[in-house]
């Protein structure tokens, strides 16, 4: 794709902003399409389009005036972008977007590839929650099939109690139970496949997560490099099979030497932030490449590092620190919760003492 191009996102969040930055390094353009004026990207973006993410018609206006079409998150409805897809380029597909849209979908798809996740049932109603407590024996997580993240729309539920203190005259939206896994460890993969199939994997990360919500990520990880391969070969399985193409985030446990899919995520991931001061190239650099069939990079690791995000706050005793690498997204309130930025602490070469 010729330079003067333009990329239209749909999103304008974090991800949207370090996309934006890295397909200006290239020379691209940039269109954002979200429904906030001061959303993070816009700050870096050559031209922001306002409209509702279920506004069909000023989605069609904005797909007319791009040449490639990408988005930061999941939960866009896929009718309207069938409609878009006639119009321009939409990458990664609509399929590998619906598929991760749903989490019952989701596990039913890796499983049919041979891979493993957790147990998981699907739950219509409440009924259905007490049968399966009574069947597994053991607590069970709830998570709605649509519009989870962060750990947001997930209960634990250990007995019939937990069961009527959030679930007996509420509306329950379709939902998964699935099985409380006690791993030692969670990981994951970012990947990139270019249009003609190629393919590159960043080494697996380890991560920390606290309620549901990423705090760290560390490289190296501790775990083998027969786990870490055969991590990286069901990162490839899955984009090959879907004819993918951009980059993907896949979550894993990992318990004993088995590997668990978490998640699938269609886009640059949180636990990919590392790769911007950790590695030869970055996983927005390669996203951007992989879109508009640019060659992609070496994903190769140069350092050791630790991804910190800053949650609910933009202050950390680590932006003192001389090698730390801090990006703040620019978001005008901050919540409980919130990602407000991230930083990356690189260890010094030769130095001993631990990253955090
Ligand atoms: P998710 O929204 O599915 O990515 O879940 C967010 C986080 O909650 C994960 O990264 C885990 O730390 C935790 N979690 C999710 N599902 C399970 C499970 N089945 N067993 C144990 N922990 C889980």
Redesign the pocket.
């Known amino acids: 794709m010729n330079p003067n191009r333009t990329i239209g996102i749909i999103g304008g969040g974090q991800l949207a902003r370090m996309l934006a930055i890295a397909a200006a390094e290239l020379g691209f353009r940039i269109n954002i399409y979200c429904p906030d004026r001061d959303c993070p990207a816009a700050q870096v973006a050559n031209k922001t389009v306002l409209g509702n993410y279920d506004d069909n018609e000023k989605l069609v206006a904005f797909a007319k005036n791009i040449d490639v079409l990408t988005y930061e998150f999941e939960n866009i409805d896929t009718k309207a972008l069938e409609e878009l897809e006639k119009i321009v380029d939409i990458r990664p597909s609509v399929t590998a977007l619906k598929i991760s849209q749903d989490r019952y979908t989701e596990k039913s798809y890796l499983n049919s590839l041979g891979i493993k996740t ?1 147990q998981f049932y699907k739950i219509d109603g409440v009924s259905d929650i007490e049968k399966y407590l009574i069947k597994i024996k053991k607590p069970i ?1 709830i ?1 709605t099939r649509r519009l ?4 947001k729309g ?1 209960v634990l539920i250990r007995t019939q109690d937990d069961i009527s203190e959030h679930f007996i005259g509420n509306k329950l939206s379709p939902s998964i139970a ?4 006690r ?1 030692d460890k ?1 990981l994951s993969v970012i990947i990139v496949r270019g249009k003609e199939g190629n393919t590159k994997a960043f080494e697996p990360g380890e ?1 920390i ?1 606290e309620h ?1 919500i990423l705090i760290t990520t560390t490289l190296p990880s501790s775990i083998s490099t027969a786990l870490k391969n055969d991590a990286t070969e069901i990162a490839k399985k899955i984009v090959s099979d879907l004819d993918y193409i951009g980059v993907m985030g896949v ?1 894993f ?1 990992l318990k004993g030497k088995e590997l668990f899919v ?2 699938i995520a269609p886009r640059v991931h949180n636990s990919g932030h590392w790769t911007m001061d950790g590695s030869y190239s970055s996983q927005f650099q390669q996203h951007i490449r992989a879109i508009t069939e640019l060659p992609l990079l070496s994903t190769e690791r140069h350092s050791d590092i630790v991804m910190y995000n800053l949650i609910g706050k933009v202050t950390s005793d680590l932006l003192e620190k001389e090698l730390a690498k801090v990006y703040i997204y620019g978001k005008k309130v901050s919540r409980p919760g919130r990602k407000m930025g991230h930083v990356n602490l690189v260890k010094k070469r030769g130095a001993e003492t631990p990253l955090l």
């Not at 989870?148 to 750990?151: K, P, S, T």
């Not at 699935?178 to 896994?181: F, P, R």
């Open positions: 957790t997580l998570k989870g993240y962060d750990g997930q699935e099985e409380v896994l791993f969670e991560n997560h549901g979550e446990f978490n998640e």
